[in-house]
């Protein structure tokens, strides 16, 4: 008899945590539609909160990313951020945009890294593991797209040889 005591006091309780939940969210997106709180993801991580709020602090900065089309979008990093933090962040963004407006979509970004790189000024964010402000990135900051094409000292793997093996097949044959 006791379980049954417990199942409607069990029921009530996910039936109050599952209203607060609904009560939670209803809040989230009415704080969201606020044109004050634009700049937040509509599904925050807390990485994303935390820097926006050293963005507030002054810890963090916007940099503003012009593509090839020539429009634009912000993105906020911390001070310390180097160029992958920044490609991170970006990548993060546009396939948030993507989202919003197309639904789902894949976008090869080993293909975008590879053809294209960041430029400040006309300097080429090229090192990865470098800070923003050694390019002279600051708060603020434009940055863009230009085309890039990697040196063969850069390039990790050597080309691959296609189908080596069923060449010597075909010379006996």
Known sequence: ????????????????????????????????????LADVPRKPSLADVDTLINLELGSAMRVTVVKLDSTSFDVAVLNSATVKDLKLAIKKKINEIEQEQMGHRHISWKHVWDNYCLAHHNEKLIDDGSALTSYGVRNNSKVCFSPHIMSRVYRKHSRRRKHRFFHGLSRKL
């Not at 029921?11 to 044109?35: F, G, N, T, V």
């Open 1 to 36: 008899m006791d379980s049954d005591s417990t199942k409607p006091e069990e029921l009530a309780a996910y039936h109050s945590s599952e209203a607060k939940q609904a009560r939670l969210q209803s809040m989230l997106s009415a704080l969201l539609d606020d044109p004050i």
